[in-house]
T-cell receptor
């Protein structure tokens, strides 16, 4: 299994641009989530999904959209990027049978 | 080994010594706790977890202790190795949903050769 994969690894955007961060997992996990990590801070939950077609907001959802059309994929969309969204973004997944989340390698996003 | 709380973000230990990383969690209703290790440029990696019906759990070279009375969690690493150098995060499940993990701000562990 590849586990949790994320693309791209690095991205630079200008203010107002849009983009989608990709996340995929091949472990058939029902639950997937997106976190952001800012310098000197822990991870903060943006959005999460407990299954295909179901999404919900986390701690810091503003400025981000998600969808879950398949079990494997959980893309995160920035409709109009802002400098405050400069961060490292992590996707995670887990099965509903356990509480252990598995994280992807992250996407480092810079918004100028 | 020296023990510190998360208000002191860096712990430096001698290789071979034991390390103790502490965490004060926020919600007395949380019933599941996890320790993650994050190496530079990588995503968090699961180390060990514990449920609130336990006060101690041991893994390979790691032990997690839970004191619910004072809402305190600690990670003990025995015989610390250079490969243990990383940032360590504690996380608790949120009060309103077992899906929402609340992370602490992290402690950096530096292992001196």
């Amino acid at each position: 299994n590849a586990g949790v994969t994320q693309t791209p690894k690095f991205q630079v955007l200008k203010t107002g641009q849009s983009m989608t961060l990709q996340c995929a997992q091949d472990m058939n996990h029902e639950y997937m989530s997106w976190y952001r990590q800012d310098p000197g801070m822990g991870l903060r939950l943006i959005h999460y999904s407990v299954g295909a077609g179901i999404t919900d907001q986390g701690e810091v959802p503003n400025g981000y959209n998600v969808s879950r059309s398949t079990t494997e994929d959980f893309p995160l969309r920035l409709l109009s990027a802002a400098p405050s969204q400069t961060s490292v973004y992590f996707c995670a997944s887990r099965t509903m049978k356990t509480d252990t989340q598995y994280f992807g390698p992250g996407t480092r996003l810079t918004v100028l | 080994g020296e023990s510190v709380g998360l208000h002191l973000p860096t712990l430096s230990v001698q290789e071979g010594d034991n390390s103790i990383i502490n965490c004060a969690y926020s919600n007395s209703a949380s019933d599941y706790f996890i320790w993650y290790k994050q190496e530079s440029g990588k995503g968090p990696q699961f180390i060990i977890d514990i449920r609130s019906n336990m006060d101690k759990r041991q893994g390979q070279r790691v032990t997690v202790l839970l004191n619910k009375t004072v809402k305190h969690l600690s990670l003990q690493i025995a015989a610390t190795q250079p490969g243990d150098s990383a940032v360590y995060f504690c996380a608790e499940n949120s009060q309103d949903s077992s899906y929402k993990l609340i992370f602490g701000s992290g402690t950096r562990l530096l292992v001196r050769p």
